[in-house]
């Protein structure tokens, strides 16, 4: 399953404006506070489709019945630029158990790159939701490698892919190397330039939250 979230009119529309605007990038708080609410967008859409069960509620004058999440999911966020987005998801997935991986490019001369591993922290994932969490889906590499690596930490029940921003190249590898997974993307983006970043995109989503790096 592929949800594209931009197709119908929302403020989630708003928010991207904001993001791709050259004049409010520079606002590096409204920046991260624009992804964080589309995280959280996100996670409300998602949470449409998750397992639930029915349970009974008893209020000061009463009792009901009320659907509610069955399991909850694992958060899995590449550092560093997925954080902002991953607090949206928390936000609405508040009692979530949260995995992280570090993933970067190194870059092997002017246009090529390989994805570099690093820092990885998670639960028991065996049968478990994982929501894979990253801004900026490219080449999907990226993605991919982080998704390798958490499964040494067990073998998940279904694994969703969160991204703001996808190019058709980055959907159609992860729908290749990771068939298993439902997509959910805020908007596609056509085109990957020769530097692999996404066109129009946004630019560099961890340094316009953070700050450049060396």
Same mark, same amino acid.
């Given at each position: 399953? $592929?949800? +594209?979230? !931009? &197709?119908?009119?929302?403020?989630?529309? *708003?928010?991207?404006?904001?993001?791709?605007?050259?004049?409010?990038? &520079?606002?590096?708080?409204?920046?991260?506070? !624009?992804?964080?609410?589309?995280?959280?967008?996100?996670?409300?859409?998602?949470?449409?489709?998750?397992?639930?069960?029915?349970?009974? $509620?008893?209020?000061?004058?009463?009792?009901? &019945?009320?659907?509610?999440?069955?399991?909850?999911?694992?958060?899995?966020?590449?550092?560093?630029?997925?954080?902002?987005?991953?607090?949206?998801?928390?936000?609405?997935?508040?009692?979530?158990?949260?995995?992280?991986?570090?993933?970067?490019?190194?870059?092997?001369?002017?246009?090529?790159?390989?994805?570099?591993?690093?820092?990885?922290?998670?639960? *028991?994932? !065996?049968?478990?939701?994982?929501?894979? $969490?990253?801004?900026?889906?490219?080449?999907?590499?990226?993605?991919?490698?982080?998704?390798?690596?958490?499964?040494?930490?067990?073998?998940?029940?279904?694994? +969703?892919?969160?991204?703001?921003? /996808?190019?058709?190249?980055?959907?159609?590898?992860?729908?290749?190397?990771?068939?298993?997974?439902?997509?959910?993307?805020?908007?596609?983006?056509?085109?990957? !330039?020769?530097?692999?970043?996404?066109?129009?995109?946004? /630019?560099?989503?961890?340094?316009?939250?953070? /700050?450049?790096?060396?």
């Amino acid at each position: 399953m $592929i949800t +594209i979230l !931009n &197709t119908h009119p929302s403020l989630l529309n *708003d928010f991207l404006a904001e993001l791709r605007d050259v004049s409010v990038q &520079t606002d590096r708080a409204k920046f991260r506070s !624009n992804i964080t609410r589309i995280g959280e967008v996100m996670a409300y859409e998602i949470s449409k489709v998750l397992d639930r069960k029915l349970v009974e $509620i008893t209020s000061p004058l009463g009792s009901n &019945t009320s659907l509610v999440l069955s399991k909850q999911p694992v958060l899995a966020t590449v550092l560093r630029a997925g954080l902002p987005m991953h607090q949206g998801f928390v936000n609405y997935f508040d009692k979530a158990d949260s995995a992280f991986v570090s993933a970067f490019r190194e870059h092997t001369d002017a246009h090529s790159f390989e994805i570099k591993m690093g820092y990885l922290a998670s639960p *028991d994932l !065996n049968g478990r939701t994982l929501i894979l $969490i990253d801004p900026m889906l490219a080449t999907g590499r990226s993605m991919y490698q982080s998704y390798l690596a958490l499964l040494k930490r067990g073998k998940p029940g279904r694994v +969703i892919v969160a991204s703001l921003i /996808g190019s058709e190249q980055g959907l159609d590898y992860i729908k290749a190397h990771i068939p298993e997974a439902d997509i959910y993307l805020a908007v596609i983006d056509p085109l990957l !330039n020769e530097d692999s970043y996404i066109v129009p995109g946004l /630019g560099d989503a961890g340094d316009l939250c953070f /700050g450049e790096k060396l």
